[in-house]
Nanobody, 125 residues
């Protein structure tokens, strides 16, 4: 059984930093792509950053220069380092693994097979 588990959310004041972690386990056909998405009530989920199975990374324009995606393969953990956070970054953040439909270079619009339960990030003024 494939499991995706996020951690690291919480509350921070504007301008602060936070690091989210995502551990994916149980998938027997690596390598695979992983990504972070976020969603606020009443809005569609939006892609933030994705790590392709070929090692390339994609970022949404609204996080470029502020967020950094990385992976510790020894721990099978994907990290999202978020700096200079602002209240507009407040959302539920989700980690996803294994693309079912999509293409390299456009993973932020891809469909993923496995999703975590989400971790809340709240940024206050």
């Amino acid at each position: 059984e494939v499991q995706v588990v996020e951690s690291g959310g919480g509350s921070v004041t504007s301008g602060g930093s936070m690091r989210l972690s995502c551990v994916a386990s149980g998938y027997t056909k690596p390598p695979y792509s992983m990504a972070w998405f976020r969603q606020t009530p009443g809005n569609d989920r939006e892609g933030i950053a994705a790590l392709d199975s070929n090692g390339s990374i994609e970022y949404a324009d609204f996080v470029k220069g502020r967020f950094t995606l990385s992976k510790d393969s020894s721990k099978n953990t994907l990290y999202l380092q978020m700096n200079n956070l602002n209240p507009e970054d407040t959302a539920m953040y989700y980690c996803a693994a294994v693309v079912t439909y999509g293409r390299s270079g456009d993973l932020l619009r891809a469909r993923f097979a496995y999703w975590g339960q989400g971790t809340q990030v709240t940024v206050s003024l």
